[in-house]
């Protein structure tokens, strides 16, 4: 399969470009999640048993063989940055085979492993004419039996793409490479217009169509103007460092769990989650982008509504399926006894594997699902979903299995201190006294996103938030900075990330003391012992997709 190097200067300008495109908001947003659980269930395709072949799942940890919205709402966790997103969204993990050992192939931990973006706009502005998800809707993207191009991965498709970092080689299956020292990932977009009607899983794409260049269910095809949807895109990251020198250039030793070696049979699916009304309150007015609002501010989902790195990472669930899929080590075959199939030709469904694995209840605490059978409600369309009954026992949650497996990429060392451009102080005091003596402000700066840009300490929801009583808690930690932002939220740390002056931007009354600025909406007021601030600049995941982000 060929793969097309990127031209040097085309990289340069591409960078300019999203420097430039960063710098503004948008009517999109992204979290980086890492999996609740990695098992070979689909309960879409395969509703009640066995999947054919292994999934990363993300989300809610209610996760299970049957599902609808009640399920989803069971969960107890969601490894997703939005607390009220318990949605799952699956896809193949990747396997590394030789000498007729498979090993998997471990996530890339930096970013997030998952970084999933929610577009919704159009021409710079919210675009009216999206809904939410209604209940118990699902989808999938992609056709797990392709093992080459068959005219639905383009930019009016699936925009299925694989990149290889380091080299930098993208192509739509499987690039050739030697090594990708800062990352493999794999991209692709869910479709955006509905027909009204519910998943079939004798035809998983027929009731969704991927939208033209027009806003609303204006730019859906004829037939499917029920509703237009967000438009949802994933990067899959994967670490592949620990195999290097076991492979050329020449060689395909990657395959995906369904026995796919091209990558042209890369799929995912998804069921909603969402509780009700929370993305279409925020489809309206978050127009965080990729460094604009923060995703707690008012303007998209509110104090409280976001998690960070610990809390999603804790979020697990123990598999239903007791069955060794590789966490412990290489496996003399794929789970679901899957036949590495090149193609062209599509590949053909496994034959069962004898004495196979038994599926479990969902191991899920929390309230059990609703046993009638709920029916989904879109406004404004009258179209009704009915979905089976499901009733799943409850038990306590625990921890995937892990394996020690060699570190993945690291991100590239700070590229030096650039001298702090003074900021704004705005209201808030000039000087805080505290145990080690006199904080000054140094400004107001910019709060990015994945990762925030003082956030290498716990952000503190003590109590209610002053420039004082912030300033006393990160002393106390003993850290180098304390930042409040968006009236009533502190944030402590040693290093200021990929930000920048923004002054007159923290405009924000802090909720325990109104005649002081906390920061503001994506903007923190930054206090230090000596009033100066040293801003570092680190790599964040490439964005993928040219398509995505310039579509409508």
């Keep these: ?52 072949h292994v999934h990363s799942v993300v989300g809610g940890n209610a996760f299970g063989a049957t599902m609808d919205f009640a399920t989803t709402q069971s969960s107890t966790c969601t490894s997703v940055d939005i607390i009220p997103d318990l949605s799952n969204y699956w896809m193949p993990n990747l396997y590394f085979h030789k000498n007729g050992k498979f090993t998997l192939v471990p996530e890339y931990a930096p970013g997030g492993k998952h970084k999933i973006y929610y577009k919704y706009g159009h021409g710079g502005k919210a675009d009216p004419g999206r809904s939410e998800f209604p209940k118990n809707f699902r989808m999938m993207a992609g056709k797990a039996d392709l093992r ?11 925009q299925l793409e694989w990149f290889c970092h380091g080299p930098q080689l993208v192509s739509k299956g499987m690039p050739k490479f030697s090594s990708c020292p800062k990352g493999l990932a794999v991209a692709m977009r869910f479709p955006s217009c509905w027909n009204g009607q519910d998943f079939n899983k004798d035809q998983p794409l027929a009731h969704m169509s991927y939208p033209g260049t027009q806003a609303g269910t204006e730019g859906c095809p004829a037939g499917f103007k029920a509703a237009r949807f967000p438009e949802i895109f994933i ?37 909603n989650g969402w509780k009700e009304g929370v993305l279409a309150k925020a489809m309206k007015t978050c127009d965080a982008g990729n460094t604009g609002y923060a995703l707690d501010s008012p303007n998209c989902f509110g104090a409280g509504s976001i998690q960070k790195g610990p809390a999603k990472d804790a979020c697990t669930k123990k598999s239903s399926v007791n069955e060794e899929i590789g966490l412990n080590g290489p496996l003399s075959q794929l789970p679901g006894c899957n036949p590495i199939q090149a193609g062209p030709g599509l590949a053909t469904k496994p034959a069962n594997c004898a004495g196979g694995p038994t599926v479990a209840p969902n191991p899920v605490s929390g309230p059990s699902p609703a046993t009638t059978s709920t029916t989904a409600k879109l406004t404004p369309t009258t179209t009704s979903v009915k979905v089976p009954v499901v009733t799943q026992p409850t038990s306590l949650p625990s921890r995937t299995p892990t394996t020690s497996v060699k570190a993945g990429p690291t991100p590239p060392a700070d590229t030096g201190s650039v001298p702090p451009s003074g900021g704004s102080p705005g209201m808030s005091p000039p000087s805080v006294n505290s145990t080690s003596g006199v904080w000054k402000s140094a400004g107001c700066f910019l709060d990015a996103l994945n990762p925030r840009s003082l956030g290498d300490r716990p952000e503190w929801f003590g109590q209610k938030i002053s420039t004082s009583n912030c300033v006393e808690h990160c002393d106390s930690i003993h850290a180098k900075y304390a930042g409040t932002e968006n009236g009533g939220q502190c944030f402590c740390g040693n290093q200021l990330i990929n930000s920048a002056s923004r002054p007159g931007k923290c405009t924000s009354k802090c909720v325990g003391d109104e005649s002081e600025i906390c920061g503001g909406s994506g903007t923190l007021s930054i206090y230090s012992l000596d009033g100066q601030v040293s801003m570092k600049k680190r790599r964040t995941h490439q964005r993928h997709s040219r398509h995505f982000f310039t579509s409508v």
Aim: net charge negative.
């Design 1 to 52: 399969m060929k793969s097309i190097p990127i031209n040097v200067k085309a990289i340069a300008c591409l960078a300019a470009l999203a420097a430039s495109v960063s710098a503004q908001r948008d009517f999109y947003f992204n979290f980086g999640s890492p999996s609740v659980v990695q098992e070979r269930l689909d309960p879409l395709i395969n509703p009640g048993g066995l999947s054919g």
């Design 148 to 158: 080459s191009d068959d005219g639905s991965l383009g930019s009016g498709g699936s």
């Design 235 to 271: 990067e899959y990251w994967l670490d592949i460092n620990q195999f290097d020198g076991q492979y050329g250039a020449n060689d395909s030793p990657f395959v995906l769990s369904n026995g796919d070696p091209t990558g042209y049979g890369f799929h995912m699916d998804f069921l």
